[in-house]
């Protein structure tokens, strides 16, 4: 219906330029992709197909909490509850006290999508709510090039017009036809102008029309996020299985992600210029590579931060033209997605309506908060003392509304975000717990009950967990029966 009323009153052109091209290296995405790829009406196997996609249940991090420790932040629900009430963590530490550390399972135990991953199984969940095989969720990797030419094609088919060609300048409005805050026309190279109602401004890092011809100020969040440059390298796909995770390794200056797609692995190391030369990066992520690269190394600059507003007069700002947020979370492509769903929901009239555009504004900021201080906890919550990069994050300060969280957590377990932030009790648990960030209290009704007893019971829903898990086809298996892409040229 939607896409009825927009071809109606609605035309929608794209200016791109080949020359310039796109980043491009975004290939790990988190689970409401699905529900957005639903929207738009992609059929997941096909579009599996044409993107070279594997699933993802999680990410695997090294090295974070300490040198030598791993957990896997997997998407998904605990077993099972003990309690109705009170939340299985509690309990988890609860049971803890009972000794015998050594057997007792880890946190991420709970959750059939860590023990399917390190598995390497995969099947799609089970839709019935009763069985334990419905207890996780997934995401995908893909090929970013190829999304991107899969939706083009889409896109086109359903009436939106490409233009190739660069934008070299901005007519902004005289106030006579168009306002004087608003942008009348972009001129291309070759002269053409184009005018539009309105402009989504989605020129990447440039951000041609947001932050260049409105001036719209960036605010600067590399104090939390130092970090300012990738490495990115493919190198040959895994032969023996594809995990169904993506994989991202603590350095002394950064961190390096492998994401195993059907025809190669993607992998980048992401690390602070500040703490760091590009030289030793580029030899730190070759000598990590789990099989040989296919190409030299691709440097990429960034800033941690965002434009204050991502809705100025007629133009909007998504993607990298709105702001980055490094890619530990795979949250860029969620963010681009969002914000276009939430431009849906607050289209504008010719007006540009004020109210919408307040509201689109106020929502975005808080989204991208809630992700960065999500991303910035991953940096913080540790013990690592090992080089200056992470004495720097393990003791700097962090934003008011991330002290707020881990206060909390810390006093009794208790987790205070938002409803509406993206990483709610499975996120935060996996990355607090799985970093050594123990809670001193628990919830009061979990406090007096019997460790020991309890501590039964976290054992057998880790065994439960672990034997559903044990279950499901191999991934590689399933993929080459589900959504087998074409071999790779
Ligand atoms: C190192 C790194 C790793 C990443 N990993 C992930 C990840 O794992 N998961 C994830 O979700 N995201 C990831 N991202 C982010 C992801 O790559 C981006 O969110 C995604 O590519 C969207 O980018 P974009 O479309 O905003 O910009 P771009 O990809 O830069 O596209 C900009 C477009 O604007 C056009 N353009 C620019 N200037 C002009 C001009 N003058 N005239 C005409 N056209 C122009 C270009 O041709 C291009 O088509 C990563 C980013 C980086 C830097």
Redesign the pocket.
């Known amino acids: 219906m939607l896409a009825t009323t927009l071809s109606r009153d609605t035309q929608i052109q794209l ?3 080949d020359a ?10 988190i689970p409401p992709i699905r529900q957005f790829n639903r929207f738009i009406g992609l059929d997941e196997r096909e579009f599996m197909k044409a993107t070279q996609a594997t699933f993802k249940l999680g990410i695997e991090f090294h090295n974070w909490g300490a040198i030598g420790d791993r957990y896997i932040h997997q998407f998904g629900y605990v077993g099972r509850e003990i309690d109705a009430i009170v939340k299985l963590h509690h309990w988890w530490m609860v049971g803890r006290l009972a000794g015998g550390a050594a057997d007792y399972p880890a946190w991420e135990d709970m959750f059939l999508a860590k023990s399917a991953a390190r598995a390497g199984r995969f099947a799609l969940p089970d839709p019935s709510p009763q069985s334990p095989l419905s207890r996780y969720t997934y995401a995908y990797h893909f090929d ?1 090039h190829l999304y991107g030419k899969y939706l083009r094609t889409i896109a086109e088919a359903r009436g939106v017009k490409r233009l190739e ?3 070299s300048s901005v007519r902004k409005g005289s106030g006579e036809d168009v306002a004087e805050d608003r942008i009348a026309a972009v001129v291309l190279d070759d002269g053409r102008e184009l005018e539009a109602d309105l402009f989504i401004d ?5 951000s ?1 029309l947001l932050g260049g011809a409105l001036d719209e100020p960036f605010d600067d969040w590399s104090h939390w996020l130092p970090a300012d440059r ?1 490495l ?1 390298v493919p190198s040959a796909r895994e032969t023996s299985s594809i995990a169904p995770f993506t994989k991202a390794t603590a350095h002394n200056v950064g961190w390096q992600w492998r994401i195993p797609l059907q025809h190669r692995t993607g992998n ?1 190391h ?1 690390f602070a210029s500040a703490f760091g030369t590009e030289g030793d990066a580029e030899q730190r992520l070759l000598a990590a590579l789990d099989t040989p690269a296919l190409d030299t190394p691709r440097l ?1 600059k ?1 800033q941690a931060g965002r434009r204050r507003n991502a809705w100025v007069g007629n133009v909007i700002g998504i ?3 709105a702001g980055f947020l490094e ?1 530990l979370e ?5 963010l ?1 997605q969002s914000a276009l769903e939430s431009l849906i929901e607050h289209f504008p009239s010719r007006r540009m309506d004020p109210l919408m555009r307040d509201r689109f504004n106020l929502l975005a900021a808080e989204e991208w908060e809630r992700v960065r201080d999500f991303i910035i906890a991953h940096y913080k919550v540790t013990g690592r003392s090992d080089s200056d990069f992470w004495n720097h994050v393990r003791t700097m300060d962090i934003p008011a509304s991330l002290a707020e969280t881990l206060e909390y957590w810390e006093e009794s377990g208790f987790l205070s975000v938002h409803k509406g932030h993206l990483f709610q009790l499975g996120s935060w648990s996996a990355l607090l717990l799985g970093q050594g960030l123990y809670p001193r209290g628990v919830h009061a009704l979990a406090n007096r009950a019997d460790p020991v007893q309890i501590a039964g019971q976290i054992r057998a829903i880790a065994a439960e967990v672990d034997q559903a898990a044990q279950s499901l086809p191999l991934h590689a298996d399933f993929i080459s029966r589900y959504c087998p892409a074409p071999a790779a040229d």
């Open positions: 200016v791109e330029s310039i091209g796109i980043v491009g290296v975004g290939e790990a995405t970013a060609g660069r934008i989605c020129s990447g890092f440039r041609l990738a990115a980048g992401v990429l960034f993607g990298l033209a890619p795979s949250t860029s492509i969620h681009v």
